[in-house]
């Protein structure tokens, strides 16, 4: 699965480093490091008068004129003999311009002409962190190697340790910088952020910040954003207002509180903190993205009730409507009664057609991100049109960010994010077992490599992965701690940890607690647990990928029959691409024996198979052995994975009109007509049968007359309207 590029310049920007390219520079970054801005003014505007391109740069760039800054860079390196120092400067400037790519590139030639530049290691770590890759730590290290005394080197590390909730560690670093400059702001702000995570007052380190410089914003934008990364949109838009009313030039900041008042599904205040801080030559990709998704709510249209507001695109409101009201409710309703709580006010779900408005809504973010987000109690997801079909399952997504509603409501926001997303996972197949956490073969690889992560260190999977499937691993691993302590202990004991978590305690805390062992003991219970269920599965996972390749191969039909079996009792779970199940169906289905393609195609469904098509297939095969029900059933499955597709819907009516569920008849024939069908009149005849079954005379009369609007001389409807007429 893919990662999301993270471009939020925000989220660990360091503040400018001294200059030690250029010394001239350092007494100009000096005086704005104290707050005192017009002096430093005019002492870069000295520098834009010197001879050397590099100085004048420097001056520019103090200047915020960067494009000027740019230029000068450009010439300052075109000379010959120019020092690597001049190249990592300049890469900062593109990193701070939002160019982390040349900026990369930058850091790099540096390193050529001189493969010890610590600074320039420091570069590639500060672009790696801003992207949440975990090659952070290995060039920090290196940068450390280099030059122990790098006081920003420390900040970072610090920055990195908190974000992966090392708190401890993070506070050792922030000391480690302060000991080499007693004005290491960026580390008095990381103080101040473990301070304000840890509920207790950060007072003394603001004081601290302040004496350096009295005007300084920049620490509480830092704190913001580890709010923000901790998912307390709320407190983090408290600091970032706070990071403005400090230094009202700080646009980044500005930009972060209009992204974060979106994502609290505001649009007046966000719109204008967003233009300003534009204007003001804040055009990084969040910024510009949140822009143009403001614009485009103007094809939204909002549905509220007593505690939803549904956000869904004009071109699909009346189609999705049906679906989505209904089984937003029912996800409030159980989780209120499983977790013991009410929401404060209204969910709002936004439904999003265009995968990349979705997308703004993550930017910055760390993880996956790629299906739903959850801020507070705005929820945030992708709309079945906008995926290929069989990609995506818009009712386990919603009860997934439901349940995060719900937790990050019961802990305060303070809860760890393994914990929020296990249990997220683990209530997706609580809803239905269909919807269960899937092992992909991605899985089963991590777990034959032991790469499964102890429980105490789960965070770090999430936030900064190790090889590029270790986000989707986490997930499962994750539900699965999850489905494994509500199988040992039950499901209060999932709450009970839920409550011990907002009281703040840690993971190995609340499993010490809570479960009565050690992280340790936890880890080899769990793991012999899961070892029992899918080690064998691992083991063999070589031998299942080469028989499933092989029977791929196989041409005839028989021999396909005898194959598969064996294939899919190695690993049931396997339900992607090329599966058995279809294959074996296919075969059973040619051969004639519709009873044990139906059986087959079934316990594909039943371990989480989603492929339209073949769910389709199902229906029809049970359809035709006369199992109605069970024929609904599947098509009903289907709204949840495709319902961009008449022919389901028709067919569904048509079942659920016979059986009799004549509400079920109502909306998918319903969908019928919301998806416009050449055919209007037809559509709408059938939904006013539909009608009339459940007795709404009202509603038959207006979808008989708006059929007979399309096709004036169409007799069935004619005769349906005498029928209405008489009754
Ligand atoms: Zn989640």
């Known amino acids: 699965m893919r990662r999301i590029v993270q471009l939020a310049m925000v989220a660990l920007a360091l503040r400018g480093v001294c200059a030690w390219a250029v010394p001239a520079a350092d007494r100009c970054l000096e005086l704005r490091k104290h707050g005192a801005k017009a002096e430093a003014k005019t002492c870069f505007e000295g520098l834009t008068r010197a001879g050397d391109a590099a100085t004048r740069a420097e001056g520019f760039w103090g200047l915020e004129q960067y494009d000027t800054a740019n230029e000068a860079f450009r010439q300052a390196v075109a000379q010959q003999g120019s020092a690597a120092a001049v190249r990592v400067r300049w890469g900062m400037l593109l990193h701070e311009r939002f ?322 997303e296990g249990l997220a996972v683990h209530e997706e197949g609580q809803a239905h077992a269909e919807w269960s956490n899937r092992l992909t073969p991605d899985i089963l690889i991590a777990i034959r490599g032991k790469k499964l992560l102890a429980v105490a260190n789960m965070d770090q999977g999430f936030i900064f992965p190790e090889y590029p499937s270790q986000v989707i691993v986490s997930y499962f691993q994750a539900g699965s701690i999850c489905d494994y302590i509500q199988e040992r202990w039950g499901d209060d004991k999932l709450l009970e940890m839920v409550h011990s978590f907002a009281a703040l305690k840690t993971t190995p805390v609340v499993i010490e607690e809570d479960l009565k062992m050690s992280p340790a003991e936890f880890d080899k219970a769990y793991m012999a647990w899961l070892d029992k269920q899918v080690g064998e599965r691992a083991a063999e996972f070589d031998t299942w990928r080469n028989g499933l390749k092989a029977l791929a191969a196989i041409k005839d039909d028989e021999t396909t029959l005898h194959t598969a079996p064996g294939i899919i ?94 509400v079920g008849a109502v909306r998918e024939f319903g969908a019928v007509v919301a998806l416009k069908p050449l055919d209007t009149a037809t559509a709408q005849y059938e939904l006013a049968e539909a009608y009339l079954a459940s007795g709404d005379k009202e509603k038959a009369e207006e979808s008989v007359l708006a059929a007979l609007e399309a096709a004036p001389g169409f007799r069935p409807a004619q005769k349906l309207l005498v029928q209405i007429k008489s009754k």
Request: charged share 25%.
């Open 99 to 420: 160019n982390n790519q040349e900026a990369d590139d930058l850091f790099n030639e540096a390193l050529k002409i001189d493969p010890n530049n610590a600074r320039a290691y420091l570069g590639l770590a500060i672009v790696s962190a801003n992207e949440f890759d975990s090659k952070a730590e290995e060039y920090l290290a290196k940068t450390l190697t280099l030059d122990p005394k790098l006081t920003e080197a420390h900040e970072l590390g610090a920055n990195l340790l908190l974000l992966n909730a090392k708190p401890k560690e993070a506070l050792a670093e922030a000391d480690a910088a302060l000991a080499l400059s007693n004005e290491a702001l960026e580390a008095m702000g990381v103080h101040a952020a473990a301070d304000v995570l840890a509920d207790r007052n950060p007072d003394a380190w603001f004081a601290k910040i302040h004496a350096v410089n009295p005007s300084d914003g920049e620490a509480y934008a830092l704190v913001g954003a580890h709010l923000v990364l901790n998912r307390r949109y709320e407190d983090g838009v408290a600091y970032y207002r706070k990071a403005i009313a400090a230094d009202p030039e700080l646009w980044a900041a500005r930009s972060q509180l209009g992204i974060n008042l979106m994502r609290l599904g505001q649009e007046e205040e966000p719109r204008r903190l967003l233009e300003a801080s534009y204007e003001h030559g804040q055009r990084d990709k969040p910024t510009v993205n949140s822009l143009r998704l403001l614009d485009s709510y103007k094809n939204f249209v909002t549905l509220k009730d007593d505690t939803t507001i549904l956000r869904l695109h004009k071109n699909e409101a009346e189609l999705l409507r049906p679906y989505f009201q209904p089984e937003l409710h029912k996800a409030i309703a159980t989780y209120e009664k499983k977790y013991h709580m009410k929401l404060p006010g209204p969910v709002q779900l936004e439904v999003y057609p265009d995968h990349e408005d979705f997308a703004v809504r993550t930017m910055g973010m760390p993880g996956l991100g790629a299906l739903g987000v959850t801020f507070g109690e705005v929820v945030a997801m992708d709309s079945p049109s906008g995926r290929k079909p069989g990609d995506f399952n818009w009712g386990a997504t919603m009860w997934h960010e439901l349940s995060h509603v719900f937790i990050l409501q019961a802990t305060n926001h303070r809860v760890p994010r393994w914990f929020t």
């Open 569 to 662: 009792a190695m690993y049931p779970e396997y339900v992607g691409g090329a599966n058995a199940y279809e294959m074996l169906a296919t075969a059973q289905s040619t051969k004639g024996d519709k009873a044990a393609a139906v059986a087959t195609l079934a316990a594909y469904a039943k371990m989480g198979g989603e492929n339209p098509d073949a769910l389709m297939t199902l229906a029809t095969w049970q359809q035709e052995l006369g199992d109605k029900a069970g024929a609904a059933r599947t098509l009903d499955s289907v709204n949840f994975i495709y319902p961009e597709n008449e022919a389901l819907h028709r067919r569904l009516g048509e079942l659920w009109l016979a059986q009799p569920n004549s």
